[in-house]
């Protein structure tokens, strides 16, 4: 199987679970060579409320609440780039997100694959339709802002993905996402062991050049990349190292910290293994005088 990024040829290193991993020898992008036809069945009503062992959430809110200083910082990154006008947000879930924008001024929507999650955010006002970025049926160059934050790494197909993605954007809107990097010294180290290497829910790994490359074909310039911290509760880190390390009693401990001054608590943790970065869409240029 070639590269998903580059089309480059790939080494296989090892397998996860039942899933075989490679990586370009080109660009260095990390992926699942036999990843499953459809993953949608992951994204139910439990992975947003009450995700128990899977990697889903007891709650989606509760979990985003400790994180808003993480999206605060990225709006105001936005608003240097771009400081008003309609904002598409992709994997929206509960629309957690897309509120704090729309306080910020901006016109907001956005999809996700979860009709539980849509129902929520539409619950609360938000606009946010249930399908995926390539099944949405809005016109070229809808949005001043497309936002897709932890989404790439789930999709199989993340070219045809930076494409839709891109023909939404206005000429010189902004995308800003985040998603984990493969080429970290952390990632690096644990190799097999990395806690973000989980398919069939991961299933592209980016570094931070294959990122770039992948932009710049769709006519994205890459304008801002950096590491931001992200906060999150006991529970969920006790949930996510239980599903590391296999040690189901972490995941119990965590659901019983749930509901608990401890298990309020908002943890910050960076392991530098994330990207977060802002391109903007070129703008053509104009056609030569006669």
């Known amino acids: 199987m070639n590269c998903p990024v580059c089309r480059g040829p790939a080494r296989p290193l090892y397998k996860k679970g039942r899933f075989d991993v490679a990586r370009c020898t080109q660009c260095r992008t990390l992926f699942i060579e ?14 947003f409320f009450g995700g128990g062992g899977s990697g889903g959430y007891g709650s ?4 985003k609440e400790m994180m808003r200083g993480t999206f605060e910082r990225c709006l105001d ?27 910020r001024g901006f016109g907001v929507s956005g999809v996700d694959v979860s009709s539980t999650a849509a129902q929520e955010a539409r619950r609360k006002g938000i606009d946010v339709r249930v399908g995926t970025l390539e099944t949405i049926d809005y016109p070229s160059a809808s949005f001043e802002v497309v936002t897709l934050f932890d989404v790439l790494e789930h999709v199989p197909h993340p070219d045809s993905f930076i494409r839709h993605a891109a023909d939404l954007l206005a000429p010189g809107g902004i995308l800003m996402g985040s998603t984990p990097d493969s080429g970290s010294a952390y990632a690096r180290i644990m190799g097999r062991r990395w806690h973000l290497l989980f398919p069939p829910e991961h299933l592209v790994l980016l570094n931070d050049y294959s990122l770039r490359l992948l932009l710049s074909k769709h006519g994205l310039e890459t304008v801002w990349t950096g590491r931001i911290t992200k906060r999150f ?58």
């Open 34 to 47: 036999n990843p499953p036809p459809d993953t949608s069945a992951i994204y139910d009503e439990t992975y």
């Open 60 to 63: 989606y809110d509760t979990e």
């Open 233 to 290: 509760s006991l529970p969920y880190i006790f949930q996510t190292t239980a599903r590391w390390l296999g040690v189901p009693l972490l995941n119990r401990i965590g659901n019983m910290l749930r509901g608990t001054r401890l298990g309020a608590l908002a943890i910050p943790l960076d392991l530098h293994d994330n990207i977060f970065f802002v391109a903007r869409k070129k703008t053509p240029p104009a056609p030569a005088p006669c």
């Open 77 to 103: 990154l936005i608003s240097r780039y771009q400081a008003k006008g309609n904002l598409f947000d992709v994997g929206a879930a509960t629309g957690y997100f897309l509120t704090l924008a729309k306080r």
